[in-house]
């Protein structure tokens, strides 16, 4: 199995060929295009679990060449943008949107069922997760603790959502690999920068809100992040640019009262 191949060190080549089975097994994981924090959690949880067993296969995995998680600083979607991406979608690929634009992980949107729709908003719970076998089940409880949650959902968003019934996937037939790549063809038909995935429809969540001054409290509450949490901070939450200058003439005024005074 996976465990032996990475393991194993009684070839001629032993610690060598060790390193080298454990960096095309990194390299593969790249290769089916996970992030590079991805990677990088996966190695970790990799790493601790083996050298448990085994301490000489700590030192080698310490040679592996890992991708660098370089931060992504631009800015995030603008709302000229997500309104383009709704409207050249059409059916699952625009409600899929919708939900990553409430906040969903591609999980979550293909775990929802008709029934989550409530006069609340979005009743977040489940996600769809990968198996070993690389086929995707429902997983009735969601990515952490602080991801159960209602998230908001406007009327004109419940209208293209629509009804059905209960028990129905409202993303009905799409697993969240095969959302993520209709959201990526969408973008580049529509010439948007490929900087941008599914996922930064969340991140253009929490920008929005930053960007309407909510408190971060709030946000995380809506959006299913833990209670002060780094990563809203850091990651997701971005400057939308077209609302700088909007900014800026409010600074430039109220510096301007300084004058005046």
């Given at each position: 199995?996976?465990?032996?191949?990475?393991?194993?060190?009684?070839?001629?080549?032993?610690?060598?060929?060790?390193?080298?089975?454990?960096?095309k097994?990194?390299?593969?994981l790249i290769a089916?295009g996970?992030?590079?924090?991805?990677?990088?959690?996966d190695?970790?949880?990799?790493?601790?679990a083996?050298?448990?067993?085994?301490?000489?296969?700590?030192?080698?995995?310490?040679r592996?060449?890992?991708?660098?998680?370089?931060?992504?600083?631009?800015?995030?979607?603008?709302?000229?943008?997500?309104s383009?991406?709704?409207?050249?979608?059409?059916?699952?690929?625009r409600?899929?949107?919708?939900?990553?634009?409430?906040?969903l992980?591609?999980?979550?949107?293909?775990?929802?069922k008709?029934?989550?729709?409530?006069?609340?908003?979005?009743?977040?719970?489940?996600?769809?997760?990968?198996?070993?076998a690389?086929?995707?089940?429902?997983?009735?409880?969601p990515?952490?603790?602080?991801?159960?949650?209602?998230?908001?959902?406007?009327?004109?968003?419940?209208?293209?959502?629509?009804?059905?019934?209960?028990?129905?996937y409202?993303?009905?037939?799409?697993?969240p690999?095969?959302?993520?790549?209709?959201?990526?063809r969408?973008?580049?038909?529509?010439?948007?920068?490929?900087?941008y995935?599914?996922?930064?429809?969340?991140?253009?969540?929490a920008?929005r809100?930053?960007?309407?001054g909510?408190?971060?409290?709030?946000?995380?509450?809506?959006?299913?992040?833990?209670?002060?949490?780094?990563?809203?901070?850091?990651?997701?939450?971005?400057?939308?640019?077209?609302k700088?200058?909007?900014?800026?003439?409010?600074?430039?005024?109220?510096?301007?009262e300084?004058?005046k005074?």
């Amino acid at each position: 199995g996976a465990e032996g191949y990475l393991r194993y060190r009684r070839d001629m080549l032993g610690d060598i060929g060790r390193v080298q089975r454990q960096q095309k097994f990194i390299n593969a994981l790249i290769a089916k295009g996970l992030a590079a924090r991805t990677v990088q959690k996966d190695y970790r949880v990799l790493k601790a679990a083996l050298a448990h067993h085994d301490e000489t296969f700590y030192t080698t995995l310490k040679r592996v060449d890992l991708p660098s998680a370089t931060p992504d600083d631009g800015p995030a979607l603008s709302d000229n943008e997500v309104s383009l991406l709704l409207e050249k979608s059409t059916g699952i690929t625009r409600k899929g949107i919708i939900l990553g634009a409430c906040s969903l992980r591609a999980g979550e949107a293909c775990a929802l069922k008709y029934g989550d729709i409530t006069p609340d908003g979005l009743h977040v719970h489940a996600t769809m997760v990968r198996t070993p076998a690389d086929t995707w089940d429902y997983k009735p409880t969601p990515k952490t603790s602080a991801s159960f949650r209602t998230s908001p959902l406007p009327d004109e968003f419940r209208e293209i959502l629509g009804s059905g019934d209960p028990d129905k996937y409202i993303l009905d037939g799409i697993e969240p690999k095969a959302l993520s790549d209709r959201f990526s063809r969408l973008r580049d038909k529509l010439g948007i920068s490929k900087r941008y995935h599914f996922h930064s429809l969340r991140s253009y969540f929490a920008s929005r809100l930053a960007m309407e001054g909510v408190p971060d409290v709030v946000t995380a509450k809506l959006g299913g992040w833990s209670p002060g949490s780094g990563a809203l901070k850091r990651i997701y939450q971005k400057v939308q640019d077209e609302k700088l200058d909007t900014f800026k003439t409010r600074i430039n005024k109220g510096l301007a009262e300084l004058v005046k005074k």
